[in-house]
């Protein structure tokens, strides 16, 4: 853990209660975003405070991409995504996180490619819709196929 106490991530990681968080490993935590209302689009924040992939560990690195994969199968299942963006940018929260966004069929046309950039951050999810959809992640990742994910609980 960080010992930037202004970070955002690093505070909520160290106390916050965790009920949007949908799975971790040793060096990456996984949430549901709380912008917008895209339901499965999920953010990996790597447990310490760094700016990027260059300042993480071979175990980081190495994991991250086992997890990205993971995740975008997990978002794919949960909502038979088209599409599955992936971007980090590190310039409003510099503590390294990867926005992990379905692009289903229903999403208008401005807002693909580039254009997500520019999906209304309001509203967000309701509270019982956040709960509901952080339920199914987990049960999806409970009940994959063995070798479809390696989970650490
Ligand atoms: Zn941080």
């Given at each position: 853990?960080?010992?930037?106490?202004?970070?955002?991530?690093?505070?909520?990681?160290?106390?916050?209660?965790?009920?949007?968080?949908?799975?971790?490993?040793?060096?990456?935590?996984?949430?549901?975003?709380?912008?917008?209302?895209?339901?499965?689009?999920?953010?990996?924040?790597a447990r310490r405070h760094i700016l990027?992939?260059?300042?993480?560990?071979?175990?980081?690195?190495?994991?991250?991409?086992?997890?990205?994969?993971?995740?975008?199968?997990?978002?794919?299942?949960?909502?038979?995504?088209?599409?599955?963006?992936?971007?980090?940018?590190?310039?409003?929260?510099?503590?390294?996180?990867?926005?992990?966004?379905?692009?289903?069929?229903?999403?208008?046309?401005?807002?693909?490619?580039?254009?997500?950039?520019?999906?209304?951050?309001?509203?967000?999810?309701?509270?019982?819709?956040?709960?509901?959809?952080?339920?199914?992640?987990?049960?999806?990742?409970?009940?994959?196929?063995?070798?479809?994910?390696?989970?650490?609980?």
């Amino acid at each position: 853990m960080s010992e930037d106490a202004r970070c955002l991530i690093c505070k909520r990681q160290e106390h916050e209660p965790q009920k949007d968080v949908i799975l971790s490993t040793d060096g990456f935590v996984v949430r549901h975003s709380r912008e917008t209302n895209i339901l499965g689009y999920l953010v990996i924040e790597a447990r310490r405070h760094i700016l990027d992939l260059t300042e993480a560990t071979e175990d980081e690195a190495a994991g991250y991409g086992a997890l990205l994969k993971q995740v975008m199968a997990l978002i794919r299942k949960l909502t038979g995504a088209e599409r599955i963006y992936t971007f980090s940018l590190g310039e409003a929260v510099p503590h390294f996180h990867v926005h992990v966004i379905p692009r289903t069929d229903s999403l208008p046309r401005y807002f693909r490619g580039r254009g997500i950039m520019s999906y209304p951050l309001e509203p967000a999810l309701k509270e019982e819709q956040m709960a509901e959809v952080c339920k199914s992640l987990r049960y999806l990742l409970k009940t994959s196929p063995p070798g479809s994910t390696q989970v650490k609980p």
